[in-house]
């Protein structure tokens, strides 16, 4: 079973605040990503990390930035939410990247609703 | 660009029936393929993989997969649905640069009639 653990799993909240997604992962993966899934839609990369201190942006443009300064822990801030990013975010990590043939393991997911 | 595409967003069977889900991608170098599965308020986790090799590939809970390279499809089958396999399935390809992200199917729901 994936060790790999997304807070909070539901949030509500309003048009401009700040929030943070927690993800964490017990397998000492380097790799951890960040997707964001609509109904009916494929999964979006937003960010990718390859390891402590390392972060990229994903293929679908996202105004949430991320840190890397653990290897077990890569959370995602959105400093002003709006409607526009309500969503569910997938945090993943693998040891191997996963364009290369490698297995992500999934969270549980963030479903964010922004009022 | 590289794509996916997953034919039917829901496919409904009987208990018991086959399980066909149908996969194709575009790309002009053999990829790594996956297929992962989503259960009702869970993550994705992985079914099936294939890198090289053999072409049939066998999974998890009875699950397999064929790589056709000349059709660029890597369909989903399942001899026997079962009630616990309603889920929404996700193919997935490995891009053309070789870079390190994957590229997802738009999923497809399977439901699965008592």
């Known amino acids: 079973e994936a060790d790999i653990y997304q807070t909070p799993r539901y949030l509500v909240i309003g048009t401009g605040k700040k929030i943070t997604l927690e993800c964490s992962q017990t397998?000492?993966?380097?790799?951890m990503y960040w997707y964001q899934q609509d109904p009916g839609m494929e999964l979006h990369l937003i960010h990718y990390?390859?390891?402590?201190?390392?972060?990229e942006k994903g293929d679908l443009s996202s105004e949430s930035t991320v840190s890397r300064i653990r290897t077990e822990h890569f959370p995602l801030t959105l400093e002003s939410a709006r409607p526009s990013h309500t969503s569910q975010y997938l945090c993943?990590?693998?040891?191997?990247?996963?364009?290369?043939?490698?297995?992500?393991?999934f969270g549980e997911g963030s479903r964010l609703t922004v009022l | 660009a590289q794509s996916v595409t997953q034919l039917g967003s829901h496919v409904s069977v009987s208990e018991g029936a086959l399980v066909l889900l149908r996969c194709n991608y575009s790309?002009?170098?053999?990829?790594?393929l996956f297929w992962y599965v989503q259960y009702p308020n869970q993550g994705l986790q992985l079914l099936l993989k294939?890198?090289?090799?053999?072409?049939l590939v066998k999974g998890i809970n009875g699950f397999e997969a064929e790589f056709k390279k000349s059709e660029t499809s890597f369909h989903l089958t399942k001899p026997s649905a079962h009630m616990s396999d309603a889920a929404e399935y996700f193919c997935a390809v490995s891009p053309e640069d070789s870079s390190y992200k994957l590229i997802f199917g738009s999923g497809t729901r399977l439901l699965v009639r008592p």
């Open positions: 397998m000492g993966h380097d790799k």
């Open positions: 790309s002009s170098v053999p990829p790594y």
């Open positions: 990390s390859y390891g402590v201190n390392s972060t």
């Open positions: 993943a990590s693998s040891e191997v990247a996963g364009g290369h043939g490698g297995e992500l393991f």
């Open positions: 294939y890198t090289t090799g053999a072409t």
